[in-house]
């Protein structure tokens, strides 16, 4: 007697009518931590160790002394984002742990510093995507700009032309939309099941 | 060194008072006070250590302190199985003490080995004072850094007036929820200085909230599932003892009829003398244990990880089967099996949960008659010749016949410890102590005495390898001194067979650096460690060999010269379809 079926290398079975693999995507994960000592190692040691594909982690006060708050971006197909959130909950120091959607606020700030060259189009340039000129000099112009991904791509992509000598992103922070809360004190230290999920994001609405 | 001196006295029989629950010790001076009043606290009464500078204040507080019962060990690898397994077999955390540097890089095994397997353990180290750390002092290392992916909590110790609370948080962490090795690091400045704050009792954080009753929507769901299912069954994991539900498993099992089957460290939680047990899975479980997992159209899988020794090849993993997954860990469901009925709690409780919702047994008679078939069709076999060579299935099998169904059986790693698991017959939870997840080779003989330790009244035998041995054979010294009845009967190959075994089986028989050209004779090794040393080569001897040893009042060692040609089987080869495994060698080649 030899069963007939197959699981996939995420160990769900494939369903030969409608085999979903599943594509990597990017997720915006908020954590509350203890704020102390070791925490962001722990925090990286685990992502690292787990080979969670990471894209950026920032991390900052909060308004109680005691918790600080992660940012977290990674890249990874859904069971993966699913088993991140749910390791990262398993920390100690970590009290809550929240995906966010994709509409949440969120902004990422660039450094950037250009040769100081051509003034005049670097401050327009600037100008167009309302950033700040922080320091410009007779060789060099420092700007800050801030925005998502994608727009402050493109305005790197738009001082290349004058030669970029440096730069230092941020990776996002983030806070959830409108009244939904992002990650509070008062969520139990467990992975909400996906029946809580959906009522959860029902109540979002 | 007058402390190391008391230590090591075999110490009367104590009697055995209960630390009441919800008294605390008040009265402490200085921060190792606090350290002691902390684990008086969670009601400690062994703890297994070896000395050293930086944690030696710890030490001097204990001097004072009767009560608690200090095993000096001869290494620090070997503390932390000995508390791992004290750990398994109580239940309640087991406790170990290292100095700085060494000493805690030594606990590292043990505790990675811990993690693995859910053990409760709570290891304490020495730590340089903290003006010293990260000067690179003398015995200064990194302990929080280095075990920080091996342990479940790690706390660096920051004032005498907290770290005695510190010590009951790290050990109320070891125990509850999932359990795992815990480690508080306290630096010589901390537990030196004066403090008059007494620690509170153990408790966790406030954020620390393990789930305990499942989502009762999906539990209904999974009933449904079970009641209709054709060819169910159970996979019953380490969580199930961890869990303390063997009791709930068994009454559910019986009540439905649904056959079991146990993982590894599930082992113990079913009674395999029962109809209902198909014994064990995984890569050199029983062939009808894989045959009814691989077959099953509904697998209730209970404290389970799927770790992948237990799953074979996951493209082939109960391939058919809809599975309820019942765990306390959410991070466990859907991690290596998509879980379709995810239920996350406490095993005892969603078991309950479960019999509540269950109105029907699975209309499975038929299924059940082909378990039993496969029962008959692939019993569990060697072959055993007239006389020699001894074959070690069946000094396994002498064993289990000549000792109650409470002995405790510890092992090392390696075809030894399959040997043992396959040919033992299980009865009872908390008896088979051996190191899983992690395969630590010379788990056995610092396991056997922290067994020991933690159950005095039972019989505790330990079924070690030749290599196994050679790794931690410097525990014996400890069971000497501490007049512990173990035995540990070392199934010498004279060689770390199951590389061997595998160089045979996949790498064209290029035996690299698996078989000794030579080594020591155990049974005159174990004397000049002052325990009984006894050699078995004649099976006829077998039945007087274990007699001796069990009449001996101290340990014993008996070095049982074995087939060194003698391979384990079933076999499954590494990431193979459970449902295809190997009788033999030339089963083997056809796969
Ligand atoms: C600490 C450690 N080192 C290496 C291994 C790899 N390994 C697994 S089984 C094994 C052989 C063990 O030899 P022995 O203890 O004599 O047991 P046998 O297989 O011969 O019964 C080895 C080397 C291991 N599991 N643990
Ligand atoms: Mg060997």
Known sequence: ?205 | MQMSERASVPKEERTDEEQAETETVDGVATGAESVVAGLQNAGVEHLFGVQGGAIMPVYDALYEHEEMDHITMAHEQGAAHAADAYGIVRGKPGVCLATSGPGATNLITGLADANMDSDPVIALTGQVPTDFVGNDAFQETDTIGVTQPVTKYNKFAESSDTVGDSIGEAWALANEGRQGPTLVDLPKDVTQSETDVAPGLPETPDTYNPPTEADQVIVQEAADALANAERPAILAGGGVIKGEACEELRAFAREYEIPVVTTMPGTGSFPEDDELSLGIAGMHGTGYGNLTISNSDVLLGIGTRFDDRLTGGIDTFAPDADIIHVDIDPAEISKNVEADYPLIGDAAVVIEQLDEALTQSPPAGEWREQCQTWKEEYPLDYEMPEDEPLKPQYVVEKYDEVTDDDCIVAAGVGQHQMWAWQYWTWKKPRTWVTSHGLGTMGYAVPAAIGAKVAAPDQEVVAFDGDGSFLMTAQGLSVAVREGLNITIVVLNNEAVGMVRQWQDGFYEGRRMASEYPWIPEFDKLAEAFGAQGLRLEDPDEVEETIQQAREYEGPTVIDAIIDPTENVYPMVPSGGDNARFALNEEHLDQL
Do not use: C, W
């Not at chain 1, 996939?8 to 994960?29: C, F, M, S, T, V």
């Not at chain 1, 902004?107 to 600037?126: M, W, Y």
């Not at chain 1, 922080?134 to 402050?152: F, S, W, Y």
């Open chain 1, 1 to 205: 007697m030899l069963p007939k079926g197959r699981r996939n290398k995420q160990g769900i079975r494939i369903d030969p009518e409608a085999e979903a693999e599943h594509q990597p995507e990017r997720a915006l994960l908020s954590a509350l931590v203890k704020h102390e000592p070791g925490v962001l190692a722990e925090v990286s040691g685990l992502f690292s160790r787990r080979q969670f594909n990471i894209e950026s982690l920032t991390v900052g006060a909060t308004i109680d002394d005691d918790f600080a708050r992660m940012t977290i971006v990674i890249e990874e197909p859904r069971p993966g984002i699913d088993q991140a959130k749910k390791q990262l909950e398993k920390l100690i120091p970590v009290i809550s742990v929240r995906e966010l959607d994709r509409d949440a606020v969120q902004r990422e700030l660039v450094i950037v510093k250009v040769n100081g060259t051509e003034p005049d189009k670097v401050n327009a340039i600037t100008d167009m995507y309302n950033g700040e000129t922080m320091d410009a000099g007779p060789r060099t112009i420092t700007i800050q700009l801030t925005g998502d991904h994608q727009k402050i791509d493109d305005a790197l992509d738009a001082y290349r032309q004058f030669g970029i000598r440096e730069i230092a992103r941020t990776g996002y922070s983030a806070l959830a939309r409108g009244e939904a809360p992002t990650a509070q004190v008062s969520e139990p230290n467990q992975a909400p099941t996906d029946a809580q999920t959906a009522t959860e994001e029902a109540a979002d609405d």
